[in-house]
């Protein structure tokens, strides 16, 4: 579960294989993930958080690629190639992510990368990867900017020809969360707070925006450390402003204890954020007290879809100690996609991966379509998903329900 060294690539490699050292390796050991029984490696690496706060979501992310990593293997997916995986811990930091990016950019064997789980980790990685014409695909990033540009809300502009991801942008989430707080919950006046970071104060200023032109009044906004403990200042705010509802824009390990200490200075109404406090985690954070509390989630519960059935019963059976999370499923699809693009460029080759095998697969990645976990996988002009789905949740007796699935009516 911990960060993985990189692979050496000898001289007696490069030797051997001019032709593959740019583009993956032979290697008739396979190593653990391994089933081909030899043939060119292709590495799939994962950045994700898999040490501190977030690494419960973060292992599921790993889980689930290596996962897909196996089943390509054993089902023979690409003739002549065996994948592997290779994961490196990013904790959740922009610093560490541009590190790891580096770090899999210097690896010629590895052609695309699934992850990070964090829109700010990913503002630091998307350079390094573009610039090597390496793929990224993450499971979980939800910031439209990432894709669309820093004006995307009037002015949307590719930002990154290697980037693509298989979760729904703020821009959806946002507006869907507050139509469901203002038709469905009737809450009419709310309190909106923040991390600052990247993720939260974006998806913050979304919500917001929905929910003012709906007729909604905000109470009151307030930005908190993320590093801090004590919130009793901002939950004693939200008790005075008279709001009837808080959104959150930010993660589960602050969630979690604002929830409980707003809770605490009087104010008993819920609070409501994104697919970062969508964890079982939040729940034990915030105590009994947020029973009522809801969250947005992409796409709709994996144990509902019956294209998820398979990925599920063989998550079960792989053995992993860690939940495949909110974004498994996401994860497992993100991989998937980089082998098929890996099997669209060894087609085009004549059953070979070219010299030039990361900008072909960056290139192929834009018409990958295919049937997954999730549902239907494919990509917009701008790198985005084209599944717009969405679900509600809702803390009941310590766990999180599902309340309904849908998509946001809006422009």
């Known amino acids: 579960m911990r960060q993985r060294s990189l692979i ?5 490699l490069a030797a051997g294989a001019l032709t593959l050292t740019a583009c993956g390796s032979r290697d008739k050991d396979g190593g653990s993930d391994s089933g081909n029984g030899g043939g060119t490696k292709v590495v799939i690496g994962v950045d994700a958080p898999l040490t501190g706060d977030l690494s419960a979501i973060g292992l599921g992310i790993k889980n689930s690629v290596d996962l897909a990593v196996k089943q390509a293997n054993k089902n023979k997916a690409v003739d002549g190639i065996t994948f592997e995986m290779q994961a490196l811990d990013d904790q959740a930091q922009p610093s560490s992510g541009q590190q790891n990016a580096t770090k899999l950019v210097a690896n010629k064997d590895v052609l695309g990368v699934v992850g990070p789980l964090n829109s700010s980790v990913a503002e630091s990685m998307q350079k390094v990867f573009d610039d090597a014409k390496l793929v990224e695909i993450s499971p979980a990033n939800t ?3 990432l894709t669309q540009g820093t004006n995307w809300a009037t ?3 590719r930002t990154y020809k290697s980037y693509f991801r298989t979760a729904t942008t703020d821009a959806v989430q946002g507006p869907f969360a507050a139509q469901y707080v203002f038709n469905k919950a009737k809450k009419k006046k709310v309190f909106v707070i923040d991390d600052k970071k ?6 913050a200023g979304t919500f917001t925006t929905e929910f003012k032109k709906l007729g909604g009044t905000v109470a009151g906004t ?8 004590d919130f009793s200042a901002v939950a004693t705010k939200v008790k005075n402003s008279g709001a009837d509802v808080v959104y959150y824009g930010g993660e589960y390990p602050q969630a979690g204890p604002l929830s ?3 809770k605490a200075a009087g104010a008993k109404i819920p609070v409501v954020g994104g697919d970062a406090l969508y964890d079982p985690t939040y729940v034990k954070l915030a105590g009994p007290a947020s029973n009522g509390d809801l969250a947005t989630s992409v796409g709709a519960p994996l144990d509902e879809l019956p294209s998820a059935k398979q990925f599920l019963d063989n998550y079960k059976a792989g053995g992993y100690k860690d939940a495949y999370g909110a974004y498994g499923g996401y994860a497992y699809d993100s991989a998937q996609a980089i082998i098929e693009a890996v099997k669209k460029v060894v087609a085009d080759n004549n059953g070979k991966l070219p010299d030039d095998a990361r900008a072909k697969i960056t290139e192929a990645m834009q018409n990958v379509s295919f049937d997954g976990v999730t549902g239907k996988v494919s990509f917009d002009q701008y790198g985005d998903t ?7 949740y809702a803390v009941e ?3 999180w329900k599902t309340v309904e699935s849908g998509t946001y009516n809006g422009g």
């Not at 990247?198 to 998806?203: D, E």
């Not at 307030?222 to 403990?229: G, L, S």
């Not at 084209?386 to 509600?392: F, S």
């Open 198 to 203: 990247t993720y939260g104060a974006g998806l």
């Open 386 to 392: 084209t599944n717009k789905q969405l679900t509600v």
């Open 222 to 229: 307030e930005h908190i450390n993320p590093d801090a403990k």
């Open 260 to 262: 409980k200490q707003i």
């Open 8 to 12: 050496a690539i000898t001289a007696a």
């Open 397 to 399: 007796n310590g766990t």
């Open 155 to 157: 002015s949307k502009t």
């Open 143 to 145: 910031n439209p900017a």
